[in-house]
């Protein structure tokens, strides 16, 4: 089970960090995803963490979010900084078993609840 949180209404320019708690599994058989959605749109990917924190991300977002994980926390973060009203979406972490991430929603496992993030101009 994920559970995602941390999303709000802030202004461009400024940070929030996501937070996906697991839970019911074995946290480091996962590469743990955060996908977003925004309004009329499908749903993309943002960034990937693997057991041993190696990172991926979508160009887009590179430079200004992080993604770290808390193995003894069971917990996945998103650091988001310098958000834009483009980044407004809702955020949704999923979970795919194994050593390769990916990049489409077809191939997680397990998806958590989403978080609103708004960013206004």
């Known amino acids: 089970q994920l559970q995602a949180s941390g999303g709000g209404l802030v202004q461009a320019g400024d940070s929030l960090r996501l937070s996906c708690a697991a839970s019911?599994?074995?946290?480091?058989?996962?590469?743990i995803h955060w996908f977003r959605q925004a309004p009329g749109k499908e749903r993309e990917f943002v960034a990937a963490?693997?057991?041993?924190?190696?990172?991926y991300y979508v160009d887009s977002v590179k430079g200004r979010f992080t993604i770290s994980r808390d193995n003894a926390k069971n917990t996945v973060y998103l650091q988001m900084n310098s958000l834009k009203p483009e980044d407004t979406a809702v955020f949704y972490c999923?979970?795919?078993?194994?050593?390769?991430?990916?990049?489409?929603?077809?191939?997680?496992?397990?998806w958590g609840t989403g978080t609103l993030v708004t960013v206004s101009s």
């Open positions: 999923a979970a795919k078993r194994g050593s390769v991430y990916g990049t489409s929603v077809n191939g997680m496992d397990y």
């Open positions: 963490i693997s057991w041993r924190s190696w990172a």
């Open positions: 019911g599994g074995t946290f480091s058989s996962y590469i």
